[in-house]
């Protein structure tokens, strides 16, 4: 359904602003495809028309959907194979790939695809957006439409009002006004800005319009089935609740907690799978959500602790139910046939540095160990201020093998994103992981992240160069930088130096293309639904691509323990005790240590830990 109604509307609408036809190939999508309700389940909504299909994004590269359909494994049906093959064709030369090759040189293709590094961005289109949880929730898309419609009209006001536009005043409504504006932000916008900012800003409320309509399918067909199919009265009942939910939560803000977890898992499908495919799920779940639990279980007793936990276990299952096609490196070997790695964050410290551990906290740990679920995962924010009851139940999930929550110190988070990041004590407060393991600010007129940052930086590679100077010996071509042939090194010092070299050139390589594609996503591969999620998008009318977040420290590095275990057996072995010289390491590398069994042994069993 992804790649047939991309292709319908954007055939249609050649010549239209980009930004526009993006907003109206989400809406063909979400107000066409079929919907359906699995049985028994109390949060719906599924991102493809039946539950055993997966969505493609066209926009991105033809070559993976030509993948896809030579994979061979009966992916996709008979019947769609001659309309699959000629929407490829039409996508050919206008997706994202196309248009980031004509800036880039035949090096930075070749690793953006196979090399050192592979970017996720230009290889399959994928992003991280973390829009503002709490953002959404407090105002609800209809607040947020209001938002957008103000500052519309004051933009178009303004254009038709002034006499001279080298002269223009600013009219963003801050929220609140930045104290530290970037140069840029300072200088008075030009007319094609402001013609720009209606743009996104229509987009915007198009998709808007769209999310309101699809929630509003799922409500009827509820609706339908309580009426006219359904005849246990418990489950009709449970399908007239679901109705009036997904009702209110197209444009109301949510106030219980049913409410905020079908918000939330309406807002993940489309913004991580149906708009752009992405990864991550950097929100803090018992914060965002507190508000609700808060007022059904605990003030007005309407919702039971076991009804909620059994309201948080199946936000568990909904969630790694609906996934989109990747590309074969990383549907293959990176991620396991689960590319969104959604891994919420809970525990840490409120705005005030306050223990922000609660009950909600509590019951879904208890949740994740009876759904017993692979994902999403999660992280803690441990600090010392962390309630004991929350650390047990922490430690006992752990304990019963499920793989999560990760662990990690919130003040050497927090710290990171003051000292490197310029962010604010309370925006660094704020902080859930994006993706993995990072942390990114979630709150403030800054916060929450717009792309996917990383290129997934395979680290062995730098260290083969350094072995080879600069040659690759499985591509059989001259990859890297020439530096030096380390059978001539004297000192372990040099082959740090040598390694460093290798690394820093891929690196800078990788960033630079990185940089590039942002630009791209700016100007051809827009989300304004996702937009609709960060404050900065409502005010500014730009997209998420546009850069205007607090960053963070994110890098996507495989295989990096390898690396130093290996730099400090070279060391022992090599430079230190000088038992085998370099030449010997290499020759028995370049022969995959055939006949050299003792010497793979003494490599493999050199001390390592604590380097």
Not at 59 to 80: H, M, N, P, Q, V
Not at 314 to 324: A, L, S, V
Not at 358 to 377: H, I, Q, V, Y
Request: with cysteine; net charge negative; charged share 30%.
């Amino acid at each position: 359904d992804r790649v047939y109604w991309s292709t319908k509307v954007f055939s249609e609408t050649e010549g239209e602003p980009m930004v526009l036809r993006r907003a109206k190939a989400l809406n063909a999508l979400i107000e066409n495809q079929p919907v359906f309700i699995v049985d028994q389940s109390q949060i719906v909504g599924f991102s493809c028309a039946r539950p055993n299909e997966f969505g493609l994004q066209p926009e991105t590269s033809s070559a993976i959907l030509w993948d896809w359909y030579y994979d061979g494994r009966g992916y996709l049906y008979e019947k769609d194979k001659e309309w699959y093959a000629s929407a490829v064709d039409y996508w050919s030369d206008k997706n994202l790939m196309t248009w980031v090759d004509r800036f880039l040189t035949d090096e930075e293709k070749m690793n953006s695809n196979l090399g050192v590094w592979m970017n996720a961005a230009y290889s399959a289109g994928f992003s991280s957006p973390h829009p503002q949880h709490d953002f959404i929730y407090e105002k609800g898309f209809d607040g947020i439409r209001a938002m957008i419609d103000h500052n519309y009209g004051k933009v178009w006001d303004k254009i038709h009002t002034t006499p001279a536009f080298s002269e223009t005043l600013d009219v963003r409504d801050r929220i609140p006004p930045d104290p530290n504006p970037r140069e840029r932000e300072r200088r008075p916008e030009t007319l094609q800005e402001l013609l720009h900012k209606l743009d996104q800003w229509n987009a915007m409320k198009m998709t808007l319009d769209g999310f309101k309509t699809w929630t509003g399918r799922y409500s009827r067909l509820a609706k339908i089935v309580a009426d006219n199919f359904e005849e246990d009265p418990k489950r009709k009942a449970e399908l007239v609740k679901i109705s009036e939910i997904c009702a209110k939560v197209g444009g109301e803000k949510p106030e219980h907690l049913h409410e905020v977890i079908q918000l939330n898992h309406f807002v993940f499908l489309i913004t991580r799978i149906m708009e752009r495919h992405a990864m991550g799920y950097g929100f803090r779940l018992d914060q965002t959500w507190w508000p609700q639990y808060k007022r059904d279980v605990i003030d007005e007793k309407t919702l039971t602790r076991e009804e909620a936990v059994e309201l948080l276990g199946e936000f568990q299952i909904r969630t790694p139910e609906n996934t989109y096609g990747a590309f074969r490196p990383l549907r293959r070997a990176l991620t396991g046939g689960i590319p969104n790695v959604p891994v919420p964050t809970i525990g840490g410290v409120d705005e005030k540095g306050r223990d922000a551990c609660n009950d909600l906290t509590d019951d879904l740990l208890e949740a994740l160990r009876l759904g017993r679920c692979s994902m999403p995962t999660y992280v803690f924010r441990w600090h010392p201020k962390a309630r004991i009851e929350t650390l047990k139940q922490v430690h006992e999930t752990i304990r019963q093998g499920l793989g999560y929550p990760s662990i990690q110190h919130d003040g050497v988070c927090i710290d990171t994103l003051m000292d490197h990041f310029d962010a604010s004590l309370e925006e660094a407060r704020s902080w859930a992981n994006v993706v993995c393991m990072s942390p990114g600010v979630t709150k403030g007129p800054k916060g929450g992240q717009g792309v996917r940052y990383s290129p997934d930086f395979i680290s062995v590679k730098p260290l083969v160069y350094a072995l080879n100077n600069g040659y690759d010996p499985v591509f059989g071509i001259q990859w890297g930088p020439k530096t030096g042939d380390p059978r001539e090194f004297k000192t372990f010092e040099e082959f740090w130096d040598v390694w460093k070299t290798q690394m820093r050139y891929f690196a800078d390589m990788a960033c630079r293309v990185r940089n590039i594609l942002r630009v791209g996503e700016s100007e051809y591969f827009q989300s304004p639904f996702t937009a609709c999620g960060f404050e900065r998008c409502v005010r500014d009318g730009k997209d998420v691509a546009d850069v205007g977040e607090i960053s963070n420290a994110w890098v996507t590095i495989y295989c990096w323990v390898d690396v130093p275990d290996s730099l400090t057996a070279v060391k022992k072995l090599v430079f230190d005790d000088k038992k085998y010289t370099m030449a010997q390491l290499i020759d028995a590398l370049n022969n995959n240590w055939e006949g050299q069994e003792e010497m793979r042994l003494d490599f493999a069993r050199a001390p390592k830990w604590g380097n």
